[in-house]
């Protein structure tokens, strides 16, 4: 494998400041952003800034330089030129507004099943979290394997349906 330096150190300031496009590379492996080595390539400053808009975000939320390789080998459309971190912060207030965990304990829970970060709240977490209190699931804060993959199960929920005169 060799040795690898990620680029997640570098801040929006320094890109904008210091950096050339020349300097800045992604190790790849059919497209996805990954923390192997292998043939460097250039990309555009724009996916640039947006990937480290992305890692700012994220380390604003308690992520640190060490969960990037397994949060783009799992979900690596976050390091994608279509990924909004608009589209994420949502899960962030629900998971410390309504679980209610700390930065730590929804790090750990997102470390655990990234995918989450990728559910509806209004459709998908919280009837979940409702249905798993409801049944006397308590502690779902808890950073575990369990209480990940149980928050991010979709349970049934009633639809509106109208019904006929």
């Known amino acids: ?17 210091n950096i050339s496009i ?6 790849t492996n059919k497209g996805l952003i990954q923390a192997r080595c292998g043939t460097p390539i250039s990309v555009g400053l724009n996916l640039c800034v947006h990937i480290l808009a992305t890692v700012d975000f994220l380390q604003s939320n308690g992520f ?15 390091f994608s030129s279509t990924f909004e971190t608009t589209d994420i912060a949502p899960i962030f207030d629900f998971l410390a507004l309504e ?16 995918k989450i ?36 199960t979709r349970v049934p929920v009633p639809s509106l349906g109208f019904q006929k005169a």
């Not at 020349?22 to 190790?27: A, L, T």
């Not at 330089?65 to 976050?78: E, N, S, V, Y």
């Open 64 to 78: 640190s330089d060490a969960d990037f390789p397994r949060l783009a080998f799992l979900c690596p459309q976050i």
């Open 117 to 152: 970060l990728f559910s509806d709240v209004e459709f998908w977490l919280r009837p979940t979290l409702r249905f798993l209190r409801q049944v006397g699931i308590q502690d779902l804060s808890h950073p575990s394997n369990l209480n990940a993959h149980l928050l991010n």
């Open 99 to 114: 679980l209610p965990a700390s930065v730590q304990q929804s790090r750990g829970l997102i470390l655990r099943c990234p």
């Open 22 to 27: 020349q300097d800045i590379s992604v190790h």
């Open 1 to 17: 494998m060799g040795d690898c330096q990620t680029l997640y150190s570098l801040s929006l300031s320094e890109l904008s400041n």
